[in-house]
């Protein structure tokens, strides 16, 4: 039952065709995530092999992802085109061998070539898993299932981790591979050893292409995209073109949507990546922890923030609104973001905010992004996630690791982190209050229109 007295068909999360597209939508995901947290995990050894420091590196990941900001309006708008399963089917089997050429890269410039083609596939699947789950789910679901998706990125976090520890500096494996490289005159022994073992990760990426062709045969194309399809070749909508998808998307009906989660999109997406990314380093450098203790610190969080994931869809779907939610967890997360700023408490105590702030920091994108996917049409739906949730996320993602990462110079990484996080997540929620309250459950015709 939910508070309104509504009984709640549990059953319908049993339906064949759902739990079909679900469960390979979050495999699939969760490999994606998977191949490209292996150049995070790497960057020490890759900047040690390339002779390269911090501002390098971080010049390589904005340019990505303001590469990716663009493109995944191109994926929206493939995806509302010819649809998902082969688009889906695509973008994971490209992503995964530009991921695996890693391995090979010999030049900088190859590197940054790859990092910047396999983020920006990665980050077009984005609006394929989102439209699918959204589409194929129960309506009294629809929420929960979409936030239980986005669990495929900690996940794949986490396993390219654990892959990080095994293959990273394991002499053994890399003299067996290393000996079959150099037999095909790929690259020499040596170069898979040592400091050069990050080589070893990258290489299995090489893996998911497989599977990700084996995965389009056994995923269904949405059926609501197919009804749609169907409609629009009978009515005068017939032959919709990109430009028409943008045009409706910034018409008067839907323009103060698409500001408003422009808004919100922005600034979490920039809040994330404005901590994300630095805070082993905050933790190393600020807190003294060892290395070791950092990653742990980080590593612990991201377990956590999957549990966040799927509290935050489940107040969403039965407690309240999605709208709600994301505007409470926010709220929520902005004095915990402070306490893990500057309270130095020890390791325990790290460990225990750091988790908290990422339950409800982090969990939010798990409502934030299922909301924006449901109050568009499912003829722009895919197109309306990229070009609000994708452009706005990547954009922060470009943006706030450069400001952050200057302004820790000038004042500090406590006061970096408070001016920018910290009114930016306040941002977030506001914007989100301002935006339409959709009673969780409706259907998705009722919600778009």
Known sequence: ???????????????????????????????????????????PPIKETFSIGDPEIGLILS???????????????????????????VFLAVSALMVGLFSLAETLAMLV?????????CSGMVPIINSYVVEASPARFRGFNAGILQIGYPLGWFIGGLLAVELMGNPAVGRSVGGFLE????????????????????????????????LYWFIPESRRFLAEKEAQEAS????????????LLLSKQYIRRVSLGWIASL????????????????FHEVRGHTL?????????????????????????????TRRNTVAIWVFIAIPICAAVFWLDLGLEADIALM??????????????????AEVFPTRVRATAVAFVAGIGINIGFAVYPLVVGALAEIIGWRWAFTVTVLPSLLLTGVSTLFQINVRSGERLEDISH
């Not at 990505?64 to 929206?76: E, K, T």
């Not at 070791?292 to 991201?302: C, K, Q, R």
């Not at 988790?355 to 924006?372: D, S």
């Open 63 to 89: 340019a990505s992802f303001l590469a990716a900001a663009f493109f995944i309006v191109v994926a929206g708008l493939l995806t509302d085109r010819y649809g998902r399963r082969m688009m889906f089917t």
């Open 113 to 121: 070539f790859l990092r910047l083609v396999g983020w920006c596939l």
């Open 267 to 282: 600034t979490f997406g920039g809040a994330y990546a404005g901590t994300a990314f630095f805070f082993p380093t905050f």
């Open 236 to 247: 005068s909508e017939a032959g919709m073109t990109a430009r028409d998808r943008i045009a």
């Open 292 to 320: 070791d203790e950092a990653n742990l610190i980080v590593g612990v969080s991201y377990g956590i923030g999957a549990i966040g994931y799927i509290a935050s869809s489940l107040v969403g779907e039965f407690l309240t």
């Open 1 to 43: 039952m939910t508070e309104s007295g509504e009984r709640v068909n549990w059953r319908a999360l049993l339906n064949p065709y759902f739990l079909q597209v679900f469960g390979i939508c979050l495999f699939g995901w969760t490999l994606a995530n998977m191949d490209q947290a292996f150049f995070g995990y790497a960057i």
């Open 183 to 214: 037999s095909l005159g790929l690259l020499s022994a040596e170069a898979v050893q040592g400091v050069g073992s990050w080589r070893l990760l990258f290489m299995v990426a090489f893996l998911v292409i497989p599977i990700a062709v084996v």
């Open 355 to 372: 988790a908290a702030m990422t339950f409800f920091f982090y969990g939010t994108i798990a409502v934030l992004q299922t909301y924006l």
